[in-house]
């Protein structure tokens, strides 16, 4: 037996509890983890809620990230003892998750925790953080250089945010950071690296097709009428990465940044990224993040209190990372 939160069906509502479980309800895999620690981003806080379409069966345990101990495996790469790490896949959505204290896996799915970080740091950084990267990444690929100008980070207080502005400042960028609540979370985005705090009312409203140009360069974890604020002031030849939609999947924009200033709007897809590129991402991490600065972004729950912290992040009543401890 082990503790799960189990989302099930109930009519047309999801009801999430903390459960025991029989392993023998574990779905197929080739690596049995045990795992240490999982976090809770957004996706998570959707399928612990039901407020979002993010569960593709039930019942299912969500949580899409991990990091532990692998304890019995099929899988030529796994033996008992490696310390593994898991981001996305499809786990928590389609195939049973993190927010457990156990997991069976597809072996291919998992990478080896890099020695910069230890379990918990390494769900302090989780898919939020390895997606911030990847993002990063992207902009250095775009040509996206400290030296073009400032870059701008929506949802900064976020989990993608707040270490995106982290890992942009460690690299020599100047970061503008954009925050719901710029008086209560400047300090905050400071800390991290920020160089300027904006409100995120300066792009949430409708804007013009093209606006004053401003940013280098953009991470995105919005969507929605954010995204396409900051396309239209993006510098030309600038880039932004999408990453997010917790402002809506449309995106109510003209091309005209696209055309006349050659701007570049690059997807970031952090669930079926290969093996090679996720190693690549959390290499990068182990040498950018500060883990001490990362520890002051960072809360720890325990596995029941996570159904409780779900609302409070829809509801955008916290902010950084949060790490959940499976064994309490």
């Known amino acids: 037996m082990f503790r799960a939160l189990l989302a099930e069906k109930i009519?047309?509502?999801?009801?999430?509890?903390?459960?025991?479980?029989?392993?023998?309800?574990?779905?197929?895999g080739d690596v049995a983890v045990e795992v240490l620690y999982s976090t809770l981003n957004y996706k998570d806080a959707l399928a612990i809620t039901g407020d979002g379409p993010v569960v593709r069966s039930f019942p299912m345990v969500p949580g899409i990230d991990l990091a532990g101990r692998v304890m019995e495996s099929r899988?030529?790469?796994?033996?008992?003892?490696?310390a593994?790490?898991?981001?996305?896949?499809?786990?928590?959505?389609?195939?049973?998750?993190?927010?457990?204290?156990?997991?069976?896996?597809?072996?291919?799915?998992?990478?080896?925790?890099?020695?910069?970080?230890?379990?918990?740091?390494?769900?302090?950084?989780?898919?939020?953080?390895?997606?911030?990267?990847?993002?990063?990444?992207?902009?250095?690929?775009?040509?996206?250089?400290?030296d073009r100008g400032e870059v701008l980070v929506t949802g900064a207080t976020g989990g993608v945010g707040s270490v995106a502005v982290m890992l942009l400042a460690r690299l020599g960028y100047s970061v503008a950071a954009v925050t719901g609540r710029s008086a209560e979370h400047g300090d905050y985005l400071r800390r991290l690296g920020a160089a300027t705090v904006l409100d995120r009312q300066d792009f949430s409203e409708a804007g013009k097709p093209l606006g004053k140009e401003?940013?280098?360069?953009?991470?995105?974890?919005?969507?929605?009428?954010?995204?396409?604020?900051?396309?239209?002031?993006?510098?030309?030849g600038g880039t932004v990465a999408a990453c997010g939609l917790a402002g809506g999947m449309d995106l109510p924009a003209s091309v005209a940044p696209f055309i006349l200033r050659g701007v570049r709007l690059i997807g970031i897809d952090s669930v079926y990224r290969p093996r090679?590129?996720?190693?690549?991402?959390?290499?990068?991490?182990?040498?950018?993040?500060?883990?001490?600065?990362?520890?002051s972004a960072t809360s720890e729950i325990g596995l029941e209190s996570a159904i409780d912290a779900a609302r409070g992040?829809?509801?955008?009543?916290?902010?950084?990372?949060i790490v959940v401890d499976v064994r309490r």
Request: proline fraction near 4%.
């Open 11 to 28: 009519g047309d509502s999801t009801r999430t509890t903390l459960q025991e479980i029989d392993e023998a309800r574990l779905p197929d």
């Open 75 to 82: 899988h030529p790469d796994w033996q008992p003892g490696d």
């Open 84 to 146: 593994v790490v898991l981001n996305g896949w499809g786990v928590g959505e389609t195939h049973w998750g993190a927010l457990a204290e156990k997991a069976r896996l597809d072996g291919n799915w998992l990478i080896r925790l890099p020695a910069a970080f230890d379990a918990r740091s390494a769900m302090a950084i989780g898919t939020a953080g390895y997606t911030a990267m990847l993002s990063v990444i992207a902009l250095e690929r775009q040509g996206v250089a400290p």
């Open 214 to 236: 401003r940013w280098a360069g953009a991470v995105d974890s919005v969507g929605g009428r954010t995204l396409a604020n900051v396309c239209a002031t993006l510098k030309r």
């Open 276 to 295: 090679n590129e996720r190693e690549e991402a959390w290499t990068r991490l182990g040498e950018l993040v500060d883990v001490s600065l990362l520890e």
């Open 313 to 321: 992040l829809l509801d955008g009543r916290s902010k950084g990372r």
